[in-house]
Nanobody
Framework: QVQLVESGGGLVQAGGSLRLSCVDS??????SGWFRQAPGKEREFLAT????????DYADFVKGRFTISRDNAKNTVYLQMNSLTPEDTAVYYC????????????????WGQGTQVTVSS
């Protein structure tokens, strides 16, 4: 039974940083991704990392601000977020890739419950 649990969200001022964590409690190592969903908006892709951390990819609007990484010894995937703005306010989700495009929600089989990130101005 695969279970993904995110943590690290919270309230931060604009310009600040947060590091999100996602612990994978089951299954084999595989590509993982981070998405977010703001109120009234669709869930959107942020970043992805392959099973050993050697390959990453990002949405254009987070390049240079967000960094995805993983520590397989801890079964954890991270998302370091810097220079946060109020537009980054959303629920952030980690997911485990399954098939197809890793930019798309449909490519991921398992999802965490999400962690809220709120950026104040």
């Amino acid at each position: 039974q695969v279970q993904l649990v995110e943590s690290g969200g919270g309230l931060v001022q604009a310009g600040g940083s947060l590091r999100l964590s996602c612990v994978d409690s089951g299954g084999t190592l595989s590509r993982s991704g981070w998405f977010r969903q703001a109120p009234g908006k669709e869930r959107e892709f942020l970043a992805t990392i392959n099973w050993n951390g050697e390959s990453t990819d990002y949405a254009d609007f987070v390049k240079g601000r967000f960094t995805i990484s993983r520590d397989n010894a801890k079964n954890t995937v991270y998302l370091q977020m810097n220079s946060l703005t109020p537009e980054d306010t959303a629920v952030y989700y980690c997911a485990k890739y399954y098939t197809g495009s890793y930019y798309q929600i449909e490519g991921y089989r398992y999802w965490g419950q999400g962690t809220q990130v709120t950026v104040s101005s």
